[in-house]
């Protein structure tokens, strides 16, 4: 690190720190070796915790205040015991207790220190002989041993108040995060329902216009079949191969209307795990023996609840019926359901090849595949029929990793909410 970025990492309390220290080695009278080391040792130690990963664990935080008090008692010891002028360094580990410790940590720091401080009335410090303890002596003592579980107590309360606005700001902060990611999705799902409004307006339209020559085409080449009849093969061959590939558009474009068209929901109060247990099982007869094998994780807690059954089947075979196409032979699908809100949720969930970054914002576009013999009208079907029953759909994915389709159904039709409670 260069010297500019070390500069940089000091604080200015760190600053402070030495200052004080500095100033305390200054004032002191005797100014002994052991004296200043021992005041060299706490500006250090002072300075060097917040840094230091090993003292900011539960247990490095009782260690240092342990430490402090340790190197304190020395300072106190070497310099004139109960009478000393340092005695008020006791309040280093009581004031690191309480703001670094809890309630029990603060309680054993600050007795420990009062403690440390009485001892030095015992007879290995004082010579009793010769000394007697008056009662401004006693209360002086009192005083200051007061003064240390005062100090302990202020402490602990405002670093109390500290954490819990800490708490409540971690909170707040979580609470925006969540309200942020779900304006994401939101902003997500309307930007694909506009573009899906405008593309299907826009391709329906051409898909309409397209029908009549078509069919136009069509006939002339059955015409065209019928005239060349006897007069050569090959002609008759051109004629069939112009009738079949208009057949195969006719039927995409069919397909596309059928896509396009504006959903007609027949809502009836149906069995959720029934309509996906269907769905289960085309896809096993569809995607034959050797593909991913499909697990079902049904809560219990989910009550039959309104919904066109038959369209809710064709989401779930074509979010299965990708997942399993995704899936390696032998791997593992999971369609897994659980009440969430005011709604049920369904998760398709897959550990196959995932969704590229890239291809995420297209996916449920019409037309929009990446499979050789793919139409690409699934995913823009399943989120056009969960759109009608008022839900919602997002998906999570990791190249090479697999994906979440998660599916999010009111159970409720939409407004009976607020009917009921008026
Ligand atoms: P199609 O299946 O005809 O390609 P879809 O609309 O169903 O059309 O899917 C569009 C594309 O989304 C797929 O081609 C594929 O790239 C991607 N996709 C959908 N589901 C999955 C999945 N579970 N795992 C990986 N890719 C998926």
Redesign the pocket.
């Known amino acids: 690190m260069s010297v500019l970025g070390r500069l940089r990492n000091i604080r200015l309390q760190d600053a402070v720190w030495l200052l004080l220290f500095a100033a305390l080695g200054f004032a002191s009278p005797t100014q002994s070796a052991g004296e200043i080391f021992l005041l060299l040792c706490l500006a250090a130690l002072q300075v060097a915790e917040p840094r230091l990963e090993a003292l900011n664990s539960p247990q490095g935080k009782v260690v240092s205040a342990l430490i402090k008090l340790g190197l304190g008692y020395i300072l106190v010891g070497l310099t004139n015991g109960v009478s000393s002028s340092y005695y008020l360094i006791l309040l280093l580990p009581v004031v690191s207790a309480a703001t670094t410790l809890g309630v029990t940590g603060t309680i054993v720091i600050t007795l420990l220190a009062c403690l440390s401080y009485l001892s030095f009335l015992l007879p290995v410090y004082v010579d009793w002989s010769q000394v007697t303890l008056t009662d401004d002596g006693v209360r002086e003592l009192s005083l200051r041993l007061l003064f240390l579980v005062v100090t302990a107590f202020l402490t602990y309360e405002l670093a109390q108040a500290g954490r819990r606005q800490e708490q409540r700001y971690r909170a707040t902060l979580e609470e925006l995060a969540a309200a942020n990611r779900s304006l994401k999705e939101a902003e997500a799902t309307i930007r694909r329902s506009e573009r899906l409004a405008a593309l299907g307006q826009l391709s329906a339209g051409l898909a309409h216009e397209l029908r009549n020559p078509l069919g136009t085409i069509r006939a002339s080449a059955e015409m065209l079949k019928k005239n060349v009849a006897g007069r050569g093969e090959v002609a008759a061959e051109l004629a069939g191969f112009i009738a079949s590939e208009v057949d195969r558009v006719n039927s995409l474009v069919t397909r596309f209307l059928e896509f396009a068209r504006p959903l007609e929901l027949r809502l009836e109060v149906c069995e959720l795990t029934e309509v996906i247990d269907r769905a289960v099982a085309r896809v096993e007869r569809d995607s034959g023996p050797g593909r991913a094998a499909i697990f079902k994780n049904y809560s219990p807690d989910i009550r039959p609840f309104p919904m066109d059954a038959e369209l809710l089947e064709r989401v779930f075979y ?2 299965l ?3 399993v ?2 899936s390696p032979p032998g791997g593992a699908v999971t369609v897994k359901t659980r009440p969430a809100g005011e709604g049920v949720e369904i998760s ?1 969930i ?1 550990r ?4 590229e970054p890239r ?1 995420l914002e297209n ?2 576009n019409p037309f ?4 050789p013999d ?7 079907i399943v989120s056009k029929i969960v759109d009608q029953h008022g839900g919602t759909m997002s998906v999570e ?1 990791e190249a090479g990793k697999g ?1 979440v ?1 998660r599916v999010h159904l009111p159970t409720k039709p939409a407004g009976s909410a607020s009917s009921s409670s008026a």
Do not use: M
Not at 368 to 371: C, D, G, L, P, Q
Not at 374 to 380: A, D, F
């Open positions: 074509n979010l019926l990708n997942a196409q995704a398709v897959d196959g090849s995932g969704i291809h996916i449920f929009f595949t990446t499979k793919g139409v690409g009208l699934g995913l823009s994915s994906s389709f």
